[in-house]
């Protein structure tokens, strides 16, 4: 009687051993597929089609976009650059003519409202109606608005510079307009975000041969672009929580979860 029972404990024990295996593997095989299931990092023309489905098939506008992203860099600099009782030095955003610049300015507006000290630097300014506006805005938020480089800081005395002078549409080389500020932003003391695209990195490549700025944070916008994948700095997040579902699937763009209401992700 007492080997019977022994051996119906031992077969028992078996039983829920090779069960608890066989979940195990499973779950491991599914966190596996998970892992591998990386987001999407977009080609170019890819980002550039994206967006005109945005603007054409889900009727998003300009502007609509544009404070979306804007205020998601914010939030993204705010977790990484918290405010200091101790600081009160400034926050340089450099905006270029084109959309990633108009993500700056309203990046920079989001960031007065947080509490920080932003300077814009805007040398090339877009004639629309947009961009007045967001312009305007700034001004009116006790924002200053800088033309010539001559009128920066050094730049050991901003907490950090925002990068926000070209977007993924950008072809190299770097225009003279701007050689003055991408070198400012190559030498920089202080830590450097990029939006988006480091600027004048080719948009798939990468970096340059020689030089280029080295950003410590950058965020993506959508969906990381192929040149993300040659970032070297400490956070790189995500922000597009705009992004119908449709067309993540109609991408193939695998995005993270956001928890909770949060608008930005590390994805690193």
């Known amino acids: 009687m007492l080997r019977l029972a022994v ?19 499973t779950r491991t095989l599914f966190e596996q597929t ?6 999407k990092f977009l080609q170019q023309s890819e980002a550039i089609q994206i967006d005109k489905d945005l603007f054409d098939k889900f009727k998003f506008s ?15 600099i705010a977790k990484c650059y918290p405010l200091s009782e101790n ?13 990633n610049g108009g993500d700056g300015l309203v990046c920079a507006r989001h960031l007065k409202l947080f509490g920080y000290s932003p300077e814009v630097y805007y040398p090339k300014r877009t004639n629309s ?12 938020n006790d924002i200053p608005l800088l033309e010539n480089i ?3 800081k050094e730049s050991s005395e901003y907490l950090l510079i925002v990068d926000a002078l070209f977007g993924f549409s950008f072809k190299p080389p770097v225009r003279e307009t701007f050689v003055p500020i991408i070198r400012t932003l190559e030498t920089a003391s202080v830590p450097v975000c990029s939006i988006d695209i480091p600027s004048g990195w080719n948009v798939e490549t990468g970096p340059p041969a020689e030089g280029g700025i080295k950003p410590e944070m950058l965020i ?3 969906a990381p672009k192929q040149c993300a994948k040659s970032f070297r700095g400490k956070y790189h997040y995500l922000g597009g929580r705009f992004v119908p579902r449709k067309l993540e699937l109609q991408y193939n763009l695998n995005l993270p979860k956001y928890p909770g209401t949060e608008l930005v992700i590390p994805l690193q």
């Open 7 to 25: 051996s119906l404990s031992q077969s028992l024990l078996r039983k829920v051993f090779e069960k608890h295996l066989i979940w195990s593997t």
């Open 34 to 39: 998970q892992d591998s299931k990386m987001v």
């Open 62 to 76: 300009v502007d609509q976009l544009m404070e979306l992203a804007g205020q998601s860099c914010a939030i993204a």
């Open 87 to 99: 600081s009160s030095s400034p926050v340089l955003i450099c905006c270029g003519p084109g959309n």
């Open 129 to 140: 109606t947009l961009y007045e506006n967001l312009t305007h805005q700034c001004i009116e």
């Open 150 to 152: 001559s009128q920066l």
């Open 220 to 222: 993506s916008l959508t």
